[in-house]
T-cell receptor, first 117, second 115 residues
Framework: DTEVTQTPKHLVMGMTNKKSLKCEQH?????MYWYKQKAKKPPELMFV???????INESVPSRFSPECPNSSLLNLHLHALQPEDSALYLC????????????????FGPGTRLLVL | AQSVTQLDSHVSVSEGTPVLLRCNYS??????LFWYVQHPNKGLQLLLK??????LVKGINGFEAEFKKSETSFHLTKPSAHMSDAAEYFC?????????????FGTGTRLTIIP
């Protein structure tokens, strides 16, 4: 099973709302990723978790707050977003050999399409 | 440092004709190379992956790619296009030697299939 699931599929929120995106995988992967993808562009890395610890933060604004409660789950908490944050948010996971993910395939979920009004 | 160049932003082919999507890369390390496909409003699906075991890599749905080190290329091909192949294709390189390295994505090639 190479499935990564994401909920919700679609989300509309106002700029004062607080919402969360959820991602789950049961492949035993210990690296999990959040990407942001704008229309007609490649995905841009936001965060990487390795063994449930934040490994990479690509200078993402603090209105995005990731959380990895266990090895299967990854959340992205959203607060006070701006209209320009509207995008497809993709979660991915991969194997991780004690902090090394080089060459490991990343498996992507279907994404959450976010619209900020 | 690593980079990926997808040479065509848009490719159109007739159904049943061959597909060629071009990708050139640069990497300071022995790279791992991937092709992902993204259908409209969907996530990314892995088509195939090169990790130095064999230079000709076969993937899903009849796609294959050949790693050519001398040309730093990893072009994606399919002998006969199908309507369901219409999608965005990303060439991706992974090449650092340690740590949680980041994937480097090409800018994508949109494949259109003409009936």
């Amino acid at each position: 099973d190479t499935e990564v699931t994401q909920t919700p599929k679609h989300l509309v929120m106002g700029m004062t709302n607080k919402k969360s995106l959820k991602c789950e995988q049961h492949m035993g992967h210990r690296a999990m990723y959040w990407y942001k993808q704008k229309a007609k562009k490649p995905p841009e890395l936001m965060f990487v978790y390795s063994y449930e610890k934040l490994s990479i933060n690509e200078s993402v604004p603090s209105r995005f707050s990731p959380e990895c409660p266990n090895s299967s789950l990854l959340n992205l908490h959203l607060h006070a977003l701006q209209p320009e944050d509207s995008a497809l948010y993709l979660c991915a996971s991969s194997q991780d050999r004690w902090g090394r993910t080089q060459g490991k395939t990343q498996y992507f979920g279907p994404g959450t399409r976010l619209l900020v009004l | 440092a690593q980079s990926v160049t997808q040479l065509d932003s848009h490719v159109s082919v007739s159904e049943g004709t061959p597909v060629l999507l071009r990708c050139n890369y640069s990497s300071s390390y022995s790279p791992s190379l991937f092709w992902y496909v993204q259908h409209p409003n969907k996530g990314l699906q892995l088509l195939l992956k090169y990790t130095s075991a064999a230079t000709l890599v076969k993937g899903i749905n009849g796609f294959e790619a050949e790693f050519k080190k001398s040309e730093t290329s990893f072009h994606l091909t399919k002998p006969s296009a199908h309507m369901s192949d219409a999608a965005e294709y990303f060439c991706v390189v992974s090449g650092s030697n340690f740590g949680n390295e980041k994937l480097t994505f090409g800018t994508g090639t949109r494949l259109t299939i003409i009936p």
